[in-house]
């Protein structure tokens, strides 16, 4: 998936780069130009990656059905995310995507930002996690489709490396969040805080960021989100109770 | 070290690929145009690389000093050379160059052929093992940049991996939580959890298990558990605002 990418030629790049490790789905979200003669002659054989592509207006869009989302940065950040190397990335991609099956793209996204500046900070709120390529540290200016070329060389390592292994924690695939439970929880859990009094959305959003990252990292299956959502509500209705309020919507 | 390049694009991107993992020798085997101008422009700012770089008549002139050298091939071919993965040859040249040494350059060759035929036979003949970066079966056209980008990813991560890693996080020892401050947590955890009118400890201890388990695999710091235990007291003093309570252990 890339997001706001400036030069069509590295479309195409990104998308022989992907076929080449076997992979086949490829977001755009907000390109700049898109189709283009140039990201056509860049992708060589791959052009069929291209006329597949998808296109959205923005990353929330894209990222619906998604239940693993990773960033890519550059830049080390104050703020920081779970931070994984390309090798670990792909093997938890693999583990999430299941053993063997070539289709980790379907619900595991992993997603690359703008040439020069990357993600926005708003972006990488919906990830779960942030891979970070290693480079020499006087000369970190990885071009787009290296980038991608490194990660899905990880994906395609990890996937035809490892023999079928049990899940390893026995999960049914219906247990799992996508990302539009984590915004239902999040926006949930936005309002029980404003409503015990904790939180000001006035002020800086630096709060829920550190909220999103934390139980993000924690890695909930449905049934554990089910339980923070119920004391959430719990929470809300002693607030309410207090307050005299009586709000449909809450 | 690449052979008989055709495009003065790809040299210049190789650079790049180059310098982002810490590399800086390159040497040309009869190149078809070099210097050139589009090799200047794709290195970015790498162009350091290309001015350093040497250039051979023959593989044999440009092979004088090095002990071990490594040819790449897409091909699966008849006669076959001993075939060594991308992390295999990464592993081998750092133990051969020597653990640390970022110049694993002076005494490993990595050479790369042309872009549409690869290496001869003879000039494989110079090489003591064959990297064969693995691709999709239905399409192998990995682009001349992209396979130099894998094959030094490879080698800078096997130099770096040795060496003790930074703590990803950054977090300083006093940040850590330990086995007390988990304690103070789940015990206030329990007590607001009761205070909101969610946990009712006659009954079995599972929901504060499953929540245990839930926030050891979050691995908060000190400063997130500090907020998670704000949001605890901020539910309290709601529930007891509700309540007309007034405990001073909460």
Redesign the interface.
């Known amino acids: 998936m890339l997001v706001g990418t400036t030069h069509p030629g590295n479309i195409g790049?990104v998308a022989?780069?992907m076929?080449?490790?076997?992979l086949k789905r490829l977001s755009l979200v907000d390109p700049k130009r898109f189709p283009c003669a140039e990201a056509t002659a860049r992708a060589?054989?791959?052009d069929d990656v291209l006329y597949e592509a998808q296109v959205f207006d923005t990353l929330p869009k894209a990222l619906e059905n998604c239940h693993w989302v990773v960033g890519t940065s550059a830049r080390i950040r104050s703020l920081?995310w779970p931070?994984l190397?390309?090798?670990e990335c792909a093997g938890k991609a693999v583990a999430i995507a299941g053993h063997g099956s070539e289709n980790a793209d379907d619900q595991v996204a992993l997603v690359f930002g703008r040439e020069h500046s990357g993600l926005t900070n708003e972006e990488l709120d919906h990830c779960h996690a942030v891979v970070r390529?290693?480079?020499?540290a006087d000369?970190?200016?990885?071009?787009l489709?290296?980038a991608v070329?490194?990660v899905t060389?990880e994906l395609?390592?990890a996937l035809?490396s490892t023999e079928q292994k049990p899940n390893p924690t026995g999960e049914d695939a219906s247990d799992r969040i996508n990302a539009s439970d984590w915004e239902g929880f999040y926006q949930h859990l936005e309002i029980a805080?404003q409503?015990?009094?904790?939180y000001d959305p006035a002020k800086p959003k630096r709060?829920m960021r550190?909220?999103r990252r934390?139980?993000h990292?924690?890695?909930?299956d449905r049934?554990?989100l089910n339980?923070?959502r119920?004391?959430l509500s719990?929470?809300q209705?002693?607030?309410r109770?207090?307050s005299g309020e009586n709000s449909a919507a809450r």
Chains 1, 2 share one sequence.
């Open positions: 790049a022989r780069a076929k080449t490790m076997g060589a054989g791959a920081q931070e190397t390309p090798r390529i290693p480079t020499a000369y970190r200016s990885l071009n489709a290296s070329q490194i060389y395609r390592t035809t805080l409503d015990i009094g904790y709060l550190r909220l934390l139980f990292r924690a890695e909930p049934a554990e339980i923070l119920g004391i719990a929470a209705k002693t607030a109770d207090d």
